[in-house]
């Protein structure tokens, strides 16, 4: 099996475009292993702490390992990208960073470190001590590169790049519309456990080696990303609601009402709303009943431990 390893530099980019060479070429239905660095692109360790995140350079944020050229793909296709598997580090980490994520700032930084072992992540301190979160590894950053133009790392495009979709899990396939000869795959930004929202801008981020198969899909017309996943459960939610006129005040309000009843059961509010990003699911419940949306944020019971009151 060809090897892609992320921690060598002639490996990685930090841009999305046509113009950077392919750093492995593949067959048609081929799959290949990639060691895939931490969105912080190995800027960050076990060991580090909260006063390193002044010293990481935000423009090496979700270094992506690529890219690859697979043979006979040809603009107008479709790559499809099967997630063997996908092993994680044993250690990860999560933020809050001033002046980014959904509330941002409102709290103070602050790095946590987590231990993760047995399909578990625990943190290694006193915040959020006693909550065990269930490790659910996923792909962020899966994209091929774009049609033209170049393109930052964060926000996500029609060919797909940092999605955050805690779906692109091991036995997930991913569709991408290809726009350039070979596709030109990248991936990057492993998760151990994230919310649907990310809502303090970071999930439980982590270094993964991944084993990855791609087929070229001739003669299917696709323009956005598509995808096939496993089946989830969470087993009983805990949820808070947001009503407003629009989703971003509908989603604003979910947040901070879920931080108030995670407060009710002990939690500070900077460790509510860590829990909320790598936990916690934001959710769009209508959009149907005007003048008034509704979105939702859940967080499963069993991750809040010895902490978790009906209401």
């Not at 992320?6 to 799959?31: M, Q």
């Not at 899990?169 to 649907?196: E, M, N, R, T, Y």
Request: glycine share 10%; charged share 20%; proline share 6%.
């Amino acid at each position: 099996m060809q090897v892609l390893d992320g921690r060598k530099p002639e490996n990685l980019h930090f841009r999305w475009s046509a113009s950077i060479p392919h750093a492995l070429r593949v067959k048609n239905r081929e799959t290949f292993h990639v060691i895939i660095p931490d969105s912080s692109t190995w800027q960050l360790n076990a060991d580090s702490v909260t006063e390193d995140l002044e010293r990481i350079d935000s423009q090496k944020f979700d270094g992506a390992v690529g890219p690859v050229f697979v043979d006979g793909a040809e603009p107008g296709d479709v790559l499809r990208i099967d997630l063997i598997d996908l092993r994680t580090s044993s250690w990860g980490w999560s933020a809050i960073i001033r002046d980014f994520g959904f509330l941002k700032n409102r709290f103070d930084p602050r790095l946590v470190t987590w231990k993760i072992d047995r399909g578990f992540a625990t943190t290694t301190g006193e915040f959020l001590k006693g909550v065990r979160i269930p490790v659910s590894p996923f792909l962020g950053v899966v994209g091929l590169a774009p049609g033209s133009g170049e393109y930052g790392m964060i926000p996500p495009q029609y060919f797909g790049g940092n999605m955050d979709n805690k779906l692109h899990v091991k036995g997930s396939s991913i569709f991408l519309p290809v726009s350039q000869p070979g596709g030109l795959l990248s991936v990057s930004d492993p998760h151990a456990s994230q919310g649907d929202g990310e809502i303090c801008g970071t999930a439980i981020e982590v270094t993964a080696e991944a084993d990855l198969k791609v087929t070229v899909m001739k003669g299917r017309k696709l323009s956005f990303p598509r995808s096939l996943s496993p089946p989830v459960s969470r087993g009983t939610l805990v949820s808070a609601y947001g009503i407003a006129t629009s989703l971003d005040s509908a989603a604003n309000e979910a947040v901070e009402n879920a931080i108030y009843m995670l407060s009710g059961m002990g939690f500070t509010p900077d460790e509510a709303y860590v829990l909320c990003s790598v936990a916690g699911d934001l959710r769009v419940s209508e959009v149907v009943d005007e003048p008034n949306l509704m979105v939702t944020m859940s967080i499963p019971a069993d991750v809040l431990g010895s902490r978790y009151t009906e209401f």
